[in-house]
């Protein structure tokens, strides 16, 4: 008597777009990707904030964010993995747009009272000096926004050309563009040290 056929598990983004459309009419298979794909968004957003707390409020919120909008996602324009780190990139940049105008109105208010800081004064200024640690962060906070999130998607995320695509939303020749001229300023910054962010050229 002979075996049966083995049939192959379905591809893994296939299998993501049918848990989402699941997902619909049974929220709770939503999980099946929260299990799939929190470690790894929590590991990029710990590696673009530097803190774990704020990664994983993040990433927590990336997942409710995406749960909220699992009726909208198209597979027919991309994976489900490369659309939640888009959703997480989105919700690093409001986050430090947010810390920006705190510590903006911080500065703003000590500049107007100036008084001897407490301990309670000194957690922002904290905050300021760990956002800017070393040559390397400098040189990444010297990038634009977008060159910055394509950088960082394929050198931490470990996106390909066409998923950092998907996840912003932006043509492929774009992301290549971005990519040269992030790794040729930050490799400048560093005193034209190749920090291999994201190289695979060698």
Same mark, same amino acid.
């Given at each position: ?9 379905p ?14 009419r ?39 964010v ?16 490369p659309?939640?780190y ?24 000590r ?14 200024? !904290?905050?300021?000096? =760990?956002?800017? $640690?070393?040559?390397l #962060? ?7 926004? %977008? &060159?910055? /999130?394509?950088?960082l ?24 563009? !971005?990519?040269?001229? =992030?790794?040729? $300023?930050?490799?400048? #910054? ?7 962010? %994201? &190289?695979? /050229?060698?």
């Amino acid at each position: 008597m002979t075996a049966p056929p083995e049939v192959d598990d379905p591809p893994r983004e296939a299998d993501d777009a049918r848990v989402i459309s699941e997902s619909v009419r049974r929220p709770e298979r939503f999980a099946i990707l929260y299990d799939r794909y929190f470690p790894e968004i929590y590991q990029y957003l710990a590696a673009r904030l530097g803190s774990a707390e704020a990664a994983e409020d993040l990433a927590a919120e990336t997942f409710l964010v995406a749960f909220r909008k699992r009726r909208t996602f198209d597979a027919a324009r991309g994976a489900v993995r490369p659309w939640l780190y888009g959703i997480a990139t989105h919700l690093v940049s409001n986050h430090r747009r947010g810390l920006s105008r705190m510590l903006a109105a911080f500065r703003r208010a000590r500049s107007a009272d100036p008084v001897e800081a407490g301990p309670e004064d000194r957690v922002p200024a !904290r905050v300021d000096a =760990a956002s800017v $640690r070393g040559p390397l #962060a400098e040189a990444l906070a010297g990038l634009s926004p %977008g &060159d910055r /999130d394509v950088l960082l998607l394929v050198a931490v995320a470990g996106l390909s050309y066409e998923e950092v695509a998907d996840s912003l939303g932006i043509p492929m020749g774009t992301v290549g563009s !971005r990519l040269n001229r =992030a790794r040729k $300023r930050v490799k400048a #910054a560093l005193g034209d040290v190749n920090p291999m962010i %994201g &190289d695979t /050229d060698g």
